[in-house]
């Protein structure tokens, strides 16, 4: 072979090398391209259910807000104060106007700096006249019961009507003739209960004067 054939082959050779590069170089372009594109759908999609996670998250922070609101205007009335001490105790207040969402006794505890058992008294006192109110649950691992306690909200709302109620059944067995201190004025006794203190008050000492009419539109407020 002579050294002329020698160099056109070579030079074949090298064309044909120089003419494969570009396809190469653009099928990794293609592929480049086609990998952008599945990345910014996969954005696109983590943006939108974040979206609506947020949506979320603000209705329930206004749905709490408004519970809390409507709680707060009710707890401001002195007959509803009233009855939820005397029926619940002092931290009755506290725990209706605080439990908007489920939570255990002990989470309860922790976050109104109340002692456990306190509250769990509260909880069930507050349970007998229908305002809260709790769901269970059994640990499969330790058989354990766990109970998460809530305010029944609407009976909160319509707890006026509730005390209404309650006054007007006391009232229908109030004597026509009863007695109070006039230095207390905060409790009523009847005649026979007037005997047996010798018509004196328990609290002073003062001599029990019997009720007028005044007084006794007095007696609504005295027997919740």
Not at 25 to 31: E, G
Not at 75 to 87: A, F, G, M, Q
Not at 103 to 110: G, M, P, W
Not at 201 to 207: A, H, L, Q, T, V
């Amino acid at each position: 072979m002579t050294s002329k054939n020698k160099k056109t082959k070579t030079k074949s050779k090298n064309v044909k090398k120089k003419a494969g590069k570009p396809k190469t170089a653009k099928k990794k372009t293609t592929k480049k391209k086609t990998s952008s594109k599945k990345k910014i759908v996969k954005k696109k999609t983590i943006k939108k259910t974040k979206k609506k996670t947020s949506i979320k998250t603000k209705k329930k922070i206004h749905n709490i807000r408004h519970i809390k609101k409507e709680r707060k205007e009710i707890l401001k009335k002195d007959d509803v104060r009233k009855y939820l001490i005397h029926h619940a105790g002092e931290h009755a207040i506290l725990i209706v106007q605080n439990l908007i969402e489920p939570a255990t006794d002990e989470e309860i505890a922790k976050k109104l700096k109340v002692r456990v058992s306190e509250v769990r008294s509260t909880l069930n006192k507050l349970h007998t006249i229908r305002l809260t109110e709790y769901s269970r649950s059994k640990d499969s691992d330790t058989g354990w019961y766990t109970y998460k306690w809530i305010v029944r909200h609407n009976n909160v709302m319509g707890i006026t009507k509730i005390i209404d109620d309650e006054i007007a059944e006391k009232l229908k067995n109030i004597p026509d003739t009863v007695y109070y201190c006039e230095n207390c004025g905060d409790e009523a006794w009847t005649f026979d209960e007037a005997i047996d203190m010798q018509f004196k008050c328990p609290r002073c000492g003062s001599i029990l004067t019997e009720a007028d009419e005044r007084f006794k539109e007095k007696l609504k407020k005295l027997y919740l």
